[in-house]
């Protein structure tokens, strides 16, 4: 079955950017959108469609795909955008969706 | 505002069957679909199924299309995903979400734009 891979884990201090990547084959024909999940509260979108950013979410939040690569980058991370990060997309067909394993985010 | 508000949590034996609502609000319920998602503990998100609301059709993951049904009601704007012979490792939470487009197909594509509050089910003897 088709899969997603995410580090398992991104550390940086506050203010730095944190990147995290997704990687899968169908990436560079299928778009990749980013969630956001604390403990213990609902996933939140923070980037569809590769590089959109949805009302709401800080501009710190950017993405961007290139290949079978997908990014999330977090300018001046902040104590607050710490959490579990997921990317989202499907197979090539289209009908069978993936989330990637997720990467913790530490700032500190 | 758009809201999904999933049922309470659930315990089930091993073997039993389950039923979570997700009741949907603020949005024309047909036009948009809703996916269903899960998180065992310790885990990550799994994507579990997809529903268009506007005619009933579902689409399941491969891993859950033998025991799971999702089906909807437009007279209540409600989705629901039933799973049956529940093992232990079925414990989780389990979320509704709403894809952020318009109806499109392929089914599976699109972004989760908003989510449910999470439903518990744990399974145990």
């Known amino acids: 079955s088709y899969e997603l891979t995410q580090p398992p884990s991104v550390s940086v201090s506050p203010g730095q950017t944190a990147r995290i990547t997704c990687s899968g084959d169908a990436l560079s024909k299928k778009y990749a959108s980013w969630y956001q999940r604390r403990s213990g509260q609902a996933p939140v979108m923070v980037i569809f469609d590769d590089k959109k950013r949805p009302s709401g979410i800080p501009e710190r939040f950017s993405g961007s795909s290139s290949g079978t690569m997908a990014t999330l980058t977090i300018s001046g991370a902040q104590a607050a955008d710490e959490g579990d990060y997921f990317c989202?997309?499907?197979?090539?067909?289209?009908?069978?969706?993936?989330f990637g394993g997720g990467t913790k985010l530490t700032v500190l | 505002q758009v809201r999904l508000v999933q049922s309470g949590a659930e315990e089930r034996k091993p073997g039993a069957s389950v039923t979570v609502s997700c009741k949907t609000s603020g949005y024309s319920f047909t036009f948009y679909f809703i996916h269903w998602v899960r998180q065992a503990p310790g885990q990550g998100l799994e994507w579990m199924a997809v529903?268009?609301?506007?005619?009933?059709?579902?689409t399941y993951s491969q891993k859950f299309q033998d025991r799971l049904t999702v089906t909807a009601d437009t007279s209540t704007s409600t989705v629901f995903l039933a799973m049956s012979t529940l093992r232990p490792d079925d414990t989780g939470v389990y979320f509704c979400?709403?894809?952020?487009?318009?109806?499109?197909?392929?089914?599976?594509?699109?972004?989760?734009?908003?989510w449910g509050q999470g439903t518990q089910v744990t399974v145990s003897s």
């Open positions: 989202y997309s499907t197979d090539i067909s289209g009908y069978q969706g993936v």
């Open positions: 529903i268009n609301p506007s005619d009933g059709r579902a």
């Open positions: 979400a709403k894809v952020g487009g318009i109806v499109v197909e392929p089914p599976a594509i699109g972004s989760l734009d908003s």
